[in-house]
């Protein structure tokens, strides 16, 4: 089995910066893409950051510029810098990752959910 660990969450004040982490572990063969999602309440989970195993990173509209995604390959690890928070960046953040335990299966994994409060 595989399991993904995310934190970093916290309490942070408008303008503020945090940093998610997030780490697999179990049968990780290779992991390819990487991605945090937040969901606030009462909204839909959003896509907030990508990055591929080459590096490749795409942004949500509303945190470009903010956020920086960036993966560590050998720590099975992804990290997601935020700065700039604003009160509306407010959300549980979950990380994904589509982890291969073997080179014939995928496994598209979650991690159990940070909490990002951003006071004004």
């Known amino acids: 089995q595989v399991q993904l660990a995310d934190s970093g969450g916290g309490l942070v004040q408008a303008g503020g910066s945090l940093r998610l982490s997030c780490v697999a572990s179990?049968?990780?063969?290779?992991?390819?893409?990487m991605a945090w999602y937040r969901q606030a309440p009462g909204k839909q989970r959003e896509l907030v950051a990508t990055i591929t195993s080459g590096g490749r990173t795409n942004y949500g509209d509303s945190v470009k510029g903010r956020f920086t995604i960036s993966r560590d390959n050998a720590k099975s690890a992804t990290y997601l810098q935020m700065d700039s928070l604003k009160p509306e960046d407010t959300a549980v953040y979950y990380c994904?990752?589509?982890?291969?335990?073997?080179?014939?299966?995928?496994?598209?994994?979650w991690g159990q959910g940070t909490q990002v409060t951003v006071s004004s």
């Open positions: 994904n990752a589509k982890i291969k335990p073997s080179i014939e299966s995928t496994v598209n994994a």
């Open positions: 179990g049968r990780v063969f290779l992991i390819t893409d």
